[in-house]
C-alpha cells in the first residue's frame, strides 16, 4: 500500500501495459493562446464531464483519453473506482464484459481491457480522487510541442505507472449515466458562417452546406480534414493571418476543408469559410475516419440559443444502477441534478 | 484601415475585432491598443484575447454573454484607442548563426535575389523588426521590417521539421521560430536564444510591440552564446 504524503491520501498504481493512442487530457490550458500555446484538452468534452460525474469528480477533471485504438491497463494495489465514456467500444474488467458510462471497482491485479472504438474515435476513462497531476498553466492536459502535460510530457508508453487514489468505499455501490447520443456518422453538424465568408461565391457557400463530406484518414487532435469537391475561393486564398478557434473550417489553398480542433495552431492564414457550433462540437470529433458530415448553417443567436437551452454545461444525469438500492451521494451532488432547471443567463448555476 | 473595425463571429464563442487588411504598424497598433485597454478592464465573459496582425480575437463564454452584447459592450472601448505607445519600449538583441548546417536555405535564397549570402546577412541584420505577433506554434513570432530585397515567396510544400530557433524568411515577412515545427519559409539562421521554455517565467521572452534586432555570430561560437544567453535570462528573471 502506498501513502502519497503530498496527496495526503492512499494511492494505487495503474500499470499501462497495452498504450494504443492515449494522453492525459482535461478541459484545457487557457490564457496562453496570446502565446501560440492551444488549449489542448479533451476532444470530446461532453464525454469527459460524463467520466468525471461517474467517480464523482469536478467536472474537468484530468482523464486518460483513448483513441481509436485498444488500450490493457492493470491495477497494483487498493482498488480504485474508474468510469469508462465516450464512443461504443467493449470493457472488460478481469475477463468480465462490463458496460460503459457506469462506475466500476477494480481491484489488485486485475486487467482492464478497452477494445477499439466502435464508429467513434475517443473515450475518457476517470479515476475517482483524479490522477495526480500538477497543473502547468491551469491544466494537465498533454500538448507536446508546447512542452506540456502532467505527468508525463508525452502519450503514454507500454510499461508507464500512474498513480491513482484508492477508491474510497469499495463495496458494489455503482452509478451510471444516461446512454450519449451514439455515433454520428451521416449526422447534420451546424456551423455559424464567417469570419471570412465572404471570400467565397455565394454558389461555393451552397455548395458546402450541400456536400456529405467524409472526414479523411489524416484527421487528427490538430485538425480533420474533409474529403469532397474541393472549394473555390473568390479572392485568393491567403488571408493576412489571425487567429483561431476550436472547430474553425479553414479552406486550404488546395480548396480542401480542414476543421481546427484542440491542438491547432492558434493562428491560421487560410480563409475560414465557417465555424462549428459548440453544441455539436462533442458529436463532429467522435465521426472516424471516412465518416459522413452534413453541414448546417445557423445564426451565431441561435447556436447561443441553443447551447443555453441545450443544458451542456449543467449536468449529467446519474441513475442509480447498485445491486443494492442506494445512492452515491458525492457523484450526485456533483452532477448538479437540479441544472437542467436552472436558468442558464447565470453564471452561478455553471460554477 | 477600415473607417469603423468591423466585428465578425468566430462562432459562438469568439469574435474577431477587425481594424484593417493589410499588415500595417497603425493597424497592428490598434489591435495591441484593444488587447491593453481589455486587459486593463474586466468586461463580463471575456476569457481571453489573442492579438494578431490586423485583429483581435476575443474568446468568450458563451453562458455569460451573448454576441449581441458583447458588441454593445466593446464600443465604448473601441472609440478612443490610444495610440501613443505604439511599441513596448522593449528591445532585443538576438544573436544569429547565419548559413551553414544553421540556414540552409541561405545560398538559394540569396541567389534567387541576385544578392551574395553576405549581403543577405547584411541586410538582414541591420534594420529593427517589430514583433506584429505571436502565435501557431508556441514562441513563434511574426517580425515586421524586412528588407523589400530580401522578400522570397513561400516555399509551395511546408517542410515538417524546422529546428527550434529557426530564423526564416516568406514572402515579405521574417520570423523567429521557437519549437520545432512545420515550416514553408525559407530557413536562412538560428539562433541559439531560448525565446520560449515551458517552465520559465516568462515563458515565452517576446511579446508584440516588441523590437527585435538580429547580428550574426560564428558557428563554432553557438554553445557559449547559447549559455550566456541563458544567464542573461536567468539574471534577468531573478
Redesign the interface.
Same mark, same amino acid.
Given at each position: 500500500m502506498l501513502y502519497n504524503e503530498r496527496e495526503g491520501r492512499i494511492m494505487s498504481r495503474l500499470i499501462i501495459t497495452a498504450p494504443g493512442i492515449a494522453s492525459i487530457q482535461d478541459i484545457g490550458r487557457f490564457g496562453l493562446q496570446r502565446y501560440g500555446v492551444a488549449p489542448a484538452g479533451a476532444m470530446d468534452a461532453g464525454a469527459l464531464r460524463r467520466a468525471n460525474t461517474l467517480v464523482g469528480c469536478p467536472v474537468g477533471t484530468p482523464a486518460i483519453e483513448i483513441g481509436p485504438l485498444p488500450v490493457t491497463i492493470e491495477v497494483a494495489g487498493p482498488p480504485i473506482r474508474i468510469a469508462l465514456s465516450g464512443t461504443p467500444r467493449t470493457l472488460s474488467i478481469g475477463g468480465e464484459m462490463a458496460p460503459l458510462d457506469q462506475s466500476h471497482v477494480i481491484r489488485d491485479a486485475q486487467r482492464v481491457t478497452i477494445g477499439s472504438a466502435r464508429g467513434g474515435m475517443f473515450s475518457y476513462l476517470c479515476f475517482e480522487g483524479g490522477l495526480v497531476c500538477e497543473s502547468q498553466h491551469g491544466s494537465g492536459s498533454l500538448d507536446q510541442r508546447a512542452g506540456f502535460g502532467s505527468p508525463l510530457r508525452r502519450r503514454l508508453q507500454a510499461g508507464d505507472v500512474l498513480e491513482v487514489p484508492a477508491a474510497t468505499a469499495w463495496h458494489n455501490e455503482r452509478s451510471a449515466a444516461e446512454p450519449s447520443a451514439g455515433p454520428a456518422c451521416q449526422d447534420v453538424i451546424r456551423v455559424i458562417l464567417g469570419p471570412q465568408d465572404d471570400y467565397f461565391y455565394p454558389e461555393t457557400i451552397d455548395r458546402f452546406l450541400s456536400t456529405t463530406w467524409r472526414t479523411a484518414l489524416s484527421s487528427n487532435r490538430m485538425c480533420y480534414s474533409l474529403d469532397g469537391p474541393l472549394l473555390a475561393h473568390a479572392k485568393g486564398y491567403n488571408i493576412i493571418s489571425d487567429g483561431t478557434v476550436k472547430g474553425s473550417v479553414q479552406v486550404a489553398g488546395s480548396g480542401q476543408p480542414l476543421v481546427l480542433l484542440a491542438d491547432r495552431g492558434t493562428i491560421g492564414g487560410y480563409p475560414k469559410i465557417a465555424t462549428l457550433a459548440s453544441i455539436d462540437m462533442d458529436r463532429f470529433v467522435q465521426i472516424p475516419p471516412g465518416g459522413e458530415v452534413l453541414f448546417k448553417a445557423i445564426s451565431v443567436e441561435e447556436a447561443q440559443a441553443l447551447l443555453r437551452t441545450s443544458g451542456a454545461r449543467a449536468s449529467v444525469t446519474l441513475r442509480e444502477a447498485s445491486r443494492y438500492p442506494r445512492i452515491n451521494p458525492t457523484a450526485l451532488a456533483s452532477a448538479n441534478l437540479a441544472g437542467l432547471a436552472t436558468n442558464a443567463l447565470d453564471p452561478a448555476a455553471f460554477d | 484601415m477600415y473607417a469603423e473595425p468591423r466585428l465578425?463571429?468566430?462562432? /459562438?464563442?469568439?469574435l474577431?475585432v477587425?481594424f484593417g /487588411?493589410?499588415?500595417d504598424e497603425t493597424v497592428n497598433a490598434r489591435v495591441l491598443s484593444l488587447d491593453r485597454k481589455i486587459a486593463s478592464q474586466s468586461i463580463d465573459g471575456i476569457?481571453?484575447?489573442?492579438?494578431?496582425?490586423?485583429?483581435l480575437?476575443i474568446?468568450y463564454?458563451? #453562458?455569460?454573454t451573448? #454576441?449581441?452584447s458583447l458588441k454593445q459592450d466593446l464600443i465604448p472601448y473601441l472609440r478612443k484607442l490610444e495610440l501613443s505607445r505604439i511599441n513596448t519600449n522593449r528591445a532585443w538583441s538576438v544573436p544569429v548563426v547565419y548559413g551553414g548546417e544553421h540556414g540552409t536555405d541561405l545560398d538559394d535564397l540569396a541567389a534567387g535575389n541576385n544578392l551574395t549570402p553576405r549581403e543577405v546577412i547584411e541586410r538582414h541584420s541591420s534594420v529593427e523588426y517589430r514583433v506584429y505577433?505571436?502565435? #501557431?506554434?508556441?514562441? #513563434?513570432a511574426?517580425l515586421g521590417g524586412l528588407n523589400p530585397s530580401l522578400a522570397t515567396p513561400r516555399r509551395q510544400q511546408s517542410r515538417p521539421d524546422a529546428p527550434s530557433g529557426t530564423i526564416s524568411i516568406g514572402g515579405e515577412q521574417t520570423a523567429l521560430q521557437s519549437?520545432?515545427?512545420p515550416s514553408g519559409w525559407h530557413w536562412i539562421g538560428r539562433t541559439p536564444l531560448e525565446v520560449?521554455?515551458? /517552465?520559465r517565467n516568462p515563458?515565452?521572452l517576446l511579446d508584440p510591440g516588441d523590437i527585435v534586432r538580429f547580428y550574426p555570430i560564428a558557428s563554432e561560437s553557438w554553445q557559449s552564446e547559447r549559455e550566456r544567453c541563458a544567464a542573461m535570462i536567468r539574471d534577468a528573471v531573478q
Open positions: - | 465578425l463571429p468566430c462562432g /459562438d464563442s469568439a474577431s477587425e /487588411d493589410a499588415i476569457r481571453e484575447t489573442v492579438p494578431t496582425y490586423r485583429s480575437l474568446h463564454d458563451p #453562458f455569460v451573448t #454576441f449581441a505577433m505571436i502565435g #501557431f506554434t508556441p514562441g #513563434f511574426y519549437v520545432v515545427g520560449y521554455a515551458p /517552465d515563458m515565452c
